[in-house]
C-alpha cells in the first residue's frame, strides 16, 4: 500500500508511503480488543522539511498488518519527532494515500521492480484515485469506521497472482511554470499539484528563518482475521472532473473515464452585491455498473468547500458530505481549514444502487474568491451482498 500526503510548513509537503506487498505473510504483534479487533500504530519513515519547501514522496512497502483480514478503520496524522500532533497552520496535510500492490517475492521489498498495482473498483482510468484510503487536512477529524460484519478484505491468498495560497499551490507562489516532464504549464493552471512537487518551496514573508523540521505521518489500523461470515466491501472514489465517453463498439460498451484530479473555481461577477453568497456548483454523472447496498460515504474537498452530495438516478441523496472547519489553534482544529467531514452510516440495506444505475456527484465551493486546484471526490463503500441473516 501507499501513502501519498502533500504537507505544508508554513508552506509545504507531501509525503507519499507506500505499503504492503500481499505476497507476505507474517502476524504483526498487537493488542487485542474486546471484540477481537486489533489496533496498531505504524509511523512512515521520516520527512524532513525546511520552512515553505514541499515533501511529495512515495515510501514503498511500508509497515502494515500482514495476513487474510478485514480492515476496520485508518486514522493519520502528523506528528514530530517527540510524537506531538503538528497543527495544519504550521504542517499542511494536503493528501495522502494508501495504494495496494503485488510484488513479486524474490525482490528487495522497497523496490518497485516488478510491482503490480492492486486499484480498488472504481471508477477513473487506470491507477488514478486506485487508492484503498487516502484523505487531506481533513484527517483528524474524518471517521472511517467499518461496522461489522462488513470490512474491506485484503490478503486473501486466493488473490495473489502467480509469479508476481501555498496550500493551494499557487504556481506564481512556488515559481514553477514547468510540469514534471518539462513541458510549459498551460497559462490557465494557477495552482494545484503539477505546481507542487517535491522539494519545490512557497514563498516566504521576508526574512522569515525556521528550523528544519522532522516529521512522520502515524498511522493507526484497525482489523480483525478474516472469517468466512464477513462480508467484503467493494471501495469506489468517484472523482467529480471524471468526463465519461461511452464508446458503443461492436464487441459492446465500453466506458472511458477520464478523471483530472483538480479544477478551479473561478471567482463570481464583481456585479454580485453580496459576494459571500457566490456558490459553484459542479456536477458529474455516470452509470455504475455494479450495484450494491452503500454501507459508508464521505467527501474529500479542500478549503473553501461547502459540501457534497452523491445522487441517485431519480434524484434521491444517497448521501451528503459537509466539511467541518477550526476554530482554533490546536491540531484537530485549525481556525480556516477543512478539519474534518461528515460521514454517512446508512442504515445498512437500506440504501440500494441498482446494477447500471446513473450517480449524479455535486460538489459545491465558495466562489467568493478564486479557489485552485480544489478538488471534488466522493468515497463509498458498497457490499453487493447483504450477510445471510439480514435477508
Ligand atoms: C514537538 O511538538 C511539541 C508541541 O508543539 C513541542 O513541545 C516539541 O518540542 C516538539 N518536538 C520536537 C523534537 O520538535
Ligand atoms: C521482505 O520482508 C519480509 C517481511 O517483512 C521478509 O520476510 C522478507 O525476507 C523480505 N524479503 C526480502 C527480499 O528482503
Ligand atoms: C451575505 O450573504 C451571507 C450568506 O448568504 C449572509 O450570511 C450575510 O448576512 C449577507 N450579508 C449581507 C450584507 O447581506
Ligand atoms: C449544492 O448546491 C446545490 C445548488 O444550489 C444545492 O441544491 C445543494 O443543496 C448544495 N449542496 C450542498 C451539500 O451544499
Ligand atoms: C445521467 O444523469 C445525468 C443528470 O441527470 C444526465 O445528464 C445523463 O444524460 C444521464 N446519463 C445516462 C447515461 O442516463
Not at 504537507?7 to 471484540?35: D, E
Not at 487506470?126 to 484503498?132: M, R
Not at 512522520?216 to 468517484?238: C, S
Amino acid at each position: 500500500m501507499r501513502f501519498v500526503s502533500q504537507t505544508r510548513n508554513l508552506s509545504w509537503a507531501i509525503l507519499a508511503l507506500v505499503l504492503l506487498s500481499s505476497t507476505l505473510f507474517s502476524l504483526a504483534a498487537s493488542r487485542k480488543t474486546k471484540k477481537n479487533i486489533q489496533t496498531k500504530v505504524f509511523f512512515s519513515p521520516k520527512i524532513e522539511l525546511n520552512p515553505g519547501s514541499v515533501s511529495n514522496k512515495v515510501f514503498m512497502d511500508v509497515d502494515f498488518p500482514r495476513g487474510h483480514i478485514s480492515l476496520k478503520s485508518f486514522f493519520a496524522e502528523v506528528v514530530n519527532e517527540s510524537g506531538n500532533s503538528v497543527p495544519l497552520h504550521q504542517t499542511y496535510l494536503h493528501h495522502w494515500i494508501v495504494v495496494r500492490y503485488h510484488q513479486p517475492k524474490n525482490v528487495a521489498n522497497n523496490s518497485e521492480e516488478g510491482i503490480i498495482f492492486k486499484r480498488n473498483n472504481g471508477f477513473c482510468q487506470e491507477n488514478v484515485f486506485g487508492q484503498y484510503y487516502g484523505l487531506g487536512s481533513e484527517t483528524r477529524g474524518t471517521n472511517t469506521y467499518i461496522p461489522d460484519p462488513y470490512g474491506i478484505e485484503v490478503g486473501n491468498p486466493e488473490e495473489i497472482p502467480k509469479g508476481m495560497g501555498c496550500t493551494e499551490c499557487k504556481c506564481d507562489l512556488y515559481g514553477v511554470t514547468k510540469d514534471e516532464n518539462g513541458e510549459a504549464l498551460s497559462p490557465n493552471y494557477k495552482g494545484g499539484l503539477q505546481c507542487c512537487p517535491d522539494n519545490s518551496k512557497c514563498k516566504l514573508s521576508k526574512g522569515f528563518l525556521g528550523p528544519k523540521q522532522s516529521l512522520y505521518l502515524k498511522y493507526t489500523v484497525k482489523w480483525v482475521n478474516w472469517e468466512k461470515f464477513m462480508v467484503p466491501l467493494k471501495i469506489y472514489i468517484f472523482d467529480v472532473t471524471d468526463t465519461l465517453k461511452i464508446l458503443d463498439k461492436s464487441k459492446g460498451k465500453r466506458l472511458n473515464h477520464d478523471c483530472k484530479f483538480e479544477y478551479e473555481v473561478e471567482p463570481c461577477s464583481t456585479s454580485y452585491l453580496n459576494r459571500s453568497g457566490c456558490v459553484d456548483v459542479k456536477r458529474a454523472s455516470f452509470p455504475m455498473q455494479n450495484g450494491g447496498y452503500v454501507i459508508y460515504g464521505v467527501g474529500h474537498q479542500h478549503s473553501g468547500a461547502i459540501g457534497s452530495t452523491l445522487y441517485g438516478k431519480d434524484g434521491r441523496v444517497i448521501c451528503t458530505s459537509i466539511p467541518k472547519y477550526g476554530k482554533g489553534k490546536r491540531a484537530g482544529n485549525e481556525k480556516g481549514y477543512v478539519v474534518g467531514m461528515s460521514t454517512c452510516y446508512p442504515k445498512p440495506g437500506s440504501i440500494k444502487i441498482f446494477d447500471g444505475e446513473n450517480l449524479t456527484l455535486e460538489t459545491n465551493y465558495s466562489s467568493n474568491i478564486r479557489h485552485s486546484g480544489v478538488m471534488g471526490l466522493f468515497y463509498f463503500l458498497v457490499a453487493e451482498k447483504l450477510p445471510y441473516y439480514h435477508v
